[in-house]
């Protein structure tokens, strides 16, 4: 069914409804209209990385793990997973009458925010850093999630709009300043791939302010941009509650009503939380017209007549048993494998088993679900932690020795114990005396980095105040280096930490993030062997938070990879694998339209696997603007492809780059041809003197002129 003929289906039946049932139907849990035979629907559902909220689904990686794969084959994989499952829960709920929250088929679901201070505590769930990656990595999720067939498979929705990360504490009442040139250059990239390419259902809107107006009634955002020079045509939510912060906290109105209005006029269709209750209250005071609800109700009703709610589809028939079955896991394997980033190995990894009569496995991550799973996440029916993965791969042939060590943040484990001494410290040192080999899991989870309300830690803002692991985590890390033990380093968070020591003093560091409900097994094959590691930074990680800007401060200057002017400890798109791969030529051919207008360029990298194991690896190509004085300070990611090479192979790689990378803007956001001459990279890693500290490689590069 196309647009043109849903719209044409809602209008007739919005037509029938009284000026109460359409402004009922703007609310997120809009009730039935039983003489219509319209049943009630609840339009909050969750997706982040497996259908969330609800009962048992697939659960995959944490949001930013995916991004750490670079794969956009991947990406659609796991969005066609999510809407065959959510499609599965659906049919089955909606047999039962059970149309509750996270029971519907609109996922409000990728979050494309950009990733600009690693303090934020939501980082975790976008893809990172970069709005070229996070746009590239949207568009085929999206489409795995809406499907091509003859009705929408279930509907996507593109958040926060926009400009918003952070701070968590002050989003109800923070105003977000983002001049022209950072909105055209970094916020606005990823939302727009959304929209032209992925063709997203949903957009919703932020908790702050951009630029003084609020995000969910924001005109030069709202009208202007997305449904005026983007042409969007679905339907836009709010954040929940988001627009009761109008008149409590942002005081840009003075009254709920006031709030209704002056969202309804900005075109936000579906309010989550209580404003929108106050509807018919602005209706007959006459500050909305029932025109305007008219219009929100159809744009709502086209969304769901296009999702086939009010006929038969293709998709009715779709069984329960699909859910968490082992084609859906083995995606979700792949996923953690390919996500999973070696950040450091002199040599210690690989691990033989055959050679380790006994493994000391310490650390509050070790054995912990929670560390599995990140934010917005569904239920397993099984998890296997990392202690339990490697238990698993030397069952019958090594002994494993496990202490927690030490709580996440809490001084000791045990509330009776001394505080002044950790309680677990001497159990780590006798594990390490008995042990050949030494794995350290430390981290964050869901508790320490989160949303604002969700968070259980002592800031409850779910941001994080620096970018130090909390103080146990860092006594028994340093006791552990201190034993003299080969040892391996494995960190479990959603963004940066500073893992200066582990670089300094441990064999191996390696960033596992949230890695899905199995995750363990995964990050055991990594150690053992059975699979090499390929997965890239989506963010930098940087040594201190002392070397950025005020987290507050929305400027670009001196943030993210494009724009620091330091030395990070890990460089955005940094990652080893067991192999030695590198790009050794690049060809660069400039591409022309059917009019002979310039449409961007062909990369050619020759790359190759010069070391002794089989792996997957990612050609990354960046593009730098030599020629105008405010083009990005440093090359910019433009184009990248996950290849596999064995070892000793040579391949060449192709990768498209359209005209866009070639543009710049200017500080009235104007995105332009402004120069002639750029300098094209190709490696597996960008071309920043850190990376080639790391990797002992320099990327191959190409001066281009148009």
Request: aromatic share 8%; proline share 4%.
């Amino acid at each position: 069914m196309n647009r043109e003929e849903a719209r044409n289906r809602a209008k007739e039946l919005v037509a029938k409804m009284t000026v109460e049932e359409k402004a009922s139907q703007l609310r997120y849990d809009s009730p039935a209209i039983d003489r219509l035979g319209v049943p009630a629907y609840n339009w909050w559902n969750e997706a982040l990385h497996g259908v969330a909220r609800a009962g048992t689904a697939t659960m995959f990686p944490q949001a930013i793990a995916l991004a750490a794969a670079f794969d956009e084959d991947l990406m659609k994989q796991v969005g066609e997973v999510i809407a065959e499952e959510g499609r599965a829960k659906y049919n089955e709920q909606a047999k039962r009458g059970d149309r509750d929250i996270y029971k519907g088929l609109t996922f409000w679901s990728p979050n494309v925010n950009i990733f600009r201070d690693p303090r934020w505590g939501r980082g975790h769930e976008t893809y990172g850093e970069d709005p070229f990656l996070t746009g590239t990595l949207a568009v085929p999720f999206i489409k795995g999630i809406q499907g091509d067939g003859e009705y929408m498979k279930a509907a996507a929705c593109a958040k926060h709009f926009a400009v918003h990360s952070g701070p968590e504490g002050e989003r109800h009442f923070f105003d977000a300043k983002a001049s022209k040139k950072d909105l055209e250059e970094t916020y606005l990239p990823a939302f727009e791939a959304c929209v032209k390419e992925g063709n997203v259902e949903a957009v919703m809107g932020a908790y702050n302010r951009t630029n003084g107006e609020p995000c969910c009634a924001n005109k030069p955002l709202m009208v202007d941009l997305l449904r005026g020079k983007w042409g969007f045509k679905g339907h836009f939510v709010s954040d929940c509650w988001a627009i009761r912060d109008f008149h409590e906290n942002h005081k840009v109105t003075a009254t709920a009503e006031e709030s209704v209005k002056l969202a309804l006029e900005m075109g936000c269709d579906v309010n989550c939380g209580c404003t929108y209750q106050k509807m018919m209250n602005a209706y007959r005071a006459g500050l909305i017209t029932e025109e305007q609800i008219t219009e929100s109700a159809v744009r709502l009703f086209t969304t769901r007549f296009l999702l086939g709610m009010f006929d038969k589809t293709e998709y009715d028939n779709i069984p329960f048993t699909v859910v968490e079955c082992d084609e859906h896991q083995k995606v979700a394997s792949r996923a953690a494998a390919e996500s999973i980033v070696l950040l450091k190995n002199d040599g210690l990894l690989p691990l033989d088993k055959t050679k380790l009569k006994t493994i000391g496995v310490v650390g509050p991550n070790a054995d912990s679900r929670i560390a599995l799973q990140g934010n917005y996440h569904g239920t397993s029916s099984r998890f296997v932690t990392v202690l339990e993965g490697i238990e698993d791969k030397v069952e019958g042939s090594a002994r494993v020795l496990y202490s927690e060590g030490c709580d996440l943040w809490k001084p000791n484990l045990s509330n009776l114990s001394d505080q002044d001494y950790p309680d677990r410290l001497s159990e780590v040192q006798t594990i390490a005396d008995y042990s050949d080999v030494m794995v350290v899991v430390v981290g964050l989870d869901e508790n320490l980095e989160g949303e604002e309300g969700d968070a259980g830690n002592q800031f409850a803002s779910g941001d994080k105040v620096n970018l130090e692991l909390p103080i146990p985590q860092r006594q028994l890390l340093n006791s552990v280096l201190a034993c003299g033990k080969p040892t391996i380093v494995i960190n479990m968070s959603g963004s940066s930490i500073n893992l200066g020591v582990a670089q300094d003093k441990a064999a191996a560091v390696i960033q596992a993030w949230y890695p899905g409900a199995k995750g363990g097994r995964d990050v055991a094959d990594i150690l053992f062997g059975d699979v090499s590691p390929s997965g890239k930074l989506p963010v930098t990680f940087y040594k201190s938070a002392d070397d950025l800007p005020d987290f507050k401060d929305y400027s670009m200057k001196n943030r993210t990879y494009r724009y620091f002017e330091g030395t990070p400890l890990y460089p955005f798109g940094y990652g080893l694998t067991y192999g030695k791969c590198s790009v050794k030529d690049v060809d660069v051919e400039l591409v022309k339209d059917d009019k002979g207008e310039f449409a961007g360029a062909k990369v050619t990298a020759t790359v190759v696997n010069e070391g002794k194991r089989d792996t997957d690896d990612v050609v990354q190509i960046y593009i730098k603007d030599t020629g105008f004085d405010l083009a990005i300070p440093n090359p910019s990611l433009c184009g990248f492809k996950r290849v596999h090479l064995a070892a000793g192979e040579e391949k060449k790689v192709v990768v498209d780059i359209n005209r866009k990378a070639f543009t710049s803007v200017d500080e009235e956001g104007v995105r332009d041809l402004f120069s002639k001459n750029f300098t094209i990279y190709a490696g597996t890693s960008q071309p920043d003197k850190r990376s080639e500290e790391l990797t002992g490689v320099k990327c191959a590069a190409k001066d281009v002129q148009l």
